[in-house]
């Protein structure tokens, strides 16, 4: 009788042990899948906080109040130049981009500004240079150029991957 009792103790230990077991395994599975969830809602958030950066100056298709001017430009510029900067391989870039910037899992941002030779990568006295030629002023006036802006995103990456202006 008495190895009887003893071996019950043993199967309810036993029993016990794998009970503890799994459920230790079912609460690591539950609680990683919940961190994982929180940890892709705050990739997603940081993501769309940089593109907001850019994505503030597009323009709006048939909506004439919406345009960009040389100073929103220059904006663009400089944000692109210091996002580009925080990655090792873009620093130090001399009036080239990389080859591989157009890639579509490429994280490098680029700008183009059509008619002209400003981007990312010009320098200060080109971008003011710039600013000059784009603004009229009269006696009582001063005029900017008007632009459009689109900015594309990667499908790959979800950051932005260019933004093109245009004259209107």
Known sequence: M???SNALL???GILISIMLISLGTYLFATFGGYSKNINDTLNQ???EEFNAQFTKYETTTGDETTYCTVYDIVSVINLAK???EKYEEYKNLNKRRPSNAERENNTYIYVNVNGNTINELSLEK???QFIQNNIETDR???KLTKYNCKVEISGK???VKSIKFTKK
């Open 2 to 4: 008495e190895n009887a």
């Open 82 to 84: 210091n996002a580009n």
């Open 157 to 159: 990456t979800k950051l």
């Open 10 to 12: 043993m199967a309810a």
């Open 126 to 128: 080109d971008l003011n």
């Open 45 to 47: 958030t940081q993501i």
């Open 140 to 142: 009582e006036n001063t």
